[in-house]
């Protein structure tokens, strides 16, 4: 593997050209970061991710999925996902979703998603354990850019769902999904917050029980 000198400063935007940024997805020094680059800065975060982090982000994708299958919503879902608009931008969200007419648009056998060629997920989530300021920040606009439709940050530590539409490269706050029409984003909230006492079933059956009221 190559291993690229100097060491980069990670969990910090800074700047480097894309050539200098392609570089380092050989170097296995960050052999399991995320990458990002917009505006011509790189982010590489190696934050540890945890329990608090995976545990939020399973029983959120559970919800979504579930929450799909019961309205008979198409919707296929990615997990730590890479696109790339070559010398320009990247990203490798969390969670992220294309939905409805886009469902199918990515074939099997697609590696790192080529934004020249296909479109951008409807919906893509962080989850912030320690990066909130930068997903409300820096990573908001960048995918304000990609087009997506709509992009939710969960804050792990104050157990909340931060939800935006995007539209014209400008987003604003809703407590109601478009993507996944008259899902109230609050549910998912109590949803969070019921996994601080109760295991992932207890959760999923309570979820269960509010999808099939909605």
């Known amino acids: 593997m190559i291993t690229t000198e100097p060491k980069i400063i990670t969990d910090s935007w800074i700047n480097l050209t894309w050539n200098e940024f392609s570089q380092l997805w050989d170097d296995s020094t960050y052999e399991k970061a995320k990458f990002y680059y917009y505006n011509q800065k790189a982010r590489i975060e190696m934050t540890p991710l945890g329990n608090d982090h995976s545990r939020d982000h399973a029983i959120i994708t559970y919800a ?121 984003i609050n549910t998912l909230v109590q949803a969070l917050k019921k996994s601080r006492e109760n295991n992932h079933s207890e959760v999923s059956r309570w979820l269960l029980q509010q999808f099939q009221t909605t």
């Open 64 to 184: 979504i999925y579930v929450y799909a299958a019961l309205h008979n919503i198409p919707l296929n879902g990615h997990d730590a996902c890479s696109y790339r608009k070559i010398g320009v931008k990247e990203a490798q969200p969390d969670l992220s979703f294309y939905i409805g007419d886009n469902v199918d648009v990515i074939p099997y056998g697609t590696g790192v998603i080529d934004l020249t060629i296909y479109p951008s997920p409807n919906l893509v989530i962080e989850v912030a354990n320690t990066s909130l300021a930068d997903d409300k920040g820096e990573k908001r606009l960048l995918y304000e850019d990609f087009g997506v439709e709509e992009y939710w940050i969960i804050d792990v530590k104050d157990v909340d769902i931060i939800a935006f539409q995007i539209e014209n490269k400008g987003s604003q706050r809703i407590i109601q999904s478009q993507v996944l029409p008259d899902l109230p």
